[in-house]
């Protein structure tokens, strides 16, 4: 009897023993499960971080670059690397190994000593010039020591594009004026000293006067027609333009300056219906032809003709017989000012405007200006406007 209760007793326990032993398994897998998955969610909470925090960065303007304490790269966004023209990891390098610039590894060790470095100035050694402004400071941890360096770049090229465009101006047209009223205020100044009183001369000064004073206020029109271009303050009245009958008007209008140095005009501009400003495209084609006219062969021709275009636009053509445009000038010929003679150009009277205003007022009516020359043979001026 007591053996059989033992044998009862000693599987009841046994039993029990497997029961709680699996009770307590089942809790530890479920707990383990549990673990892991809180490690997995915190794992993809930190990668979704992380990622969040790349497309942060790479939404920036501006390039950024993270250096850790030992002045590694730890972090570049897109910006940084469209910048410099990066396509490799960088990560684990330094500057001097990623970019070879040894001014940007000093500009760190700078920020290093000051804490932070603004509105700094870093010229790109490149073929094509390039500036860029770099902002940076130190990164400090909980207990005020330095745990890296944040800098942030900005692209500076077009801004000093632009200032450089705008001293240029500055400066030729200071000069444009200076020329004729210089000459204005010697002649004045010479009749006041007495050659007022013999007719003949004072008849030469003054006209020499008149003339200057024309050529400032052409200069002082001109300006403010590109000023008004530039600026797009001048609205275009677009009608039917018969392009054939503008040019036969042009023509006629400078047919008196073509016969001072026996230049033949000839309109071969077929039957071409054009949608544009009937005044500014006249304006195109008179600065185009009177062009022709003061650097083209004397006793030469200047041609005026067209055609209609596959893609819905009419171009027209000016050629002279003249010298001819360097090649080093072709692509500079429609800047403001510039001019391939000078000497010969302010002898003409021009301003260097003309071409500037034909591109912008092409430009604005939705076409292209070109020109084509080969030195000794003449150039043709090519300009293309909407079909009406």
Known sequence: MWFFLFILTLAAIIGLHFWWRAKFSAQAERRAAEIETSQRKQQQTSLDAKAQQQVL???M??????LDRSRKIYLVNRAFKNLFGLKTEL??????EALRLHELDELVQRVEAEQQVLDYEIKLPDLNERWLQVNAAVITNAAGERDGTILVFRDLTRLKQLERTREEFVANVSHELRTPLSLIKGYVETLLDGARDNPEVAERFLKIIERNANRLDLLIQDLLTISALESEKIKLNLQPVELRALAGKVLTDLNAKAENKNVELVNDVPELTANGDVNRLDQVLANLVDNAIKYGRAQGSVRVGGKKLDDGKVEIFVRDDGPGIPPEAI?????RFYRVDKARSRDQGGTGLGLSIVKHIVQAHGGEVRVESELGKGATFFFTVPTA
């Open 331 to 335: 692509d500079r010929v429609f800047e």
């Open 57 to 59: 960065f790479n939404s």
């Open 61 to 66: 303007l501006e390039g950024l670059l993270l």
């Open 91 to 96: 990560r684990g390098k330094t500057i001097v």
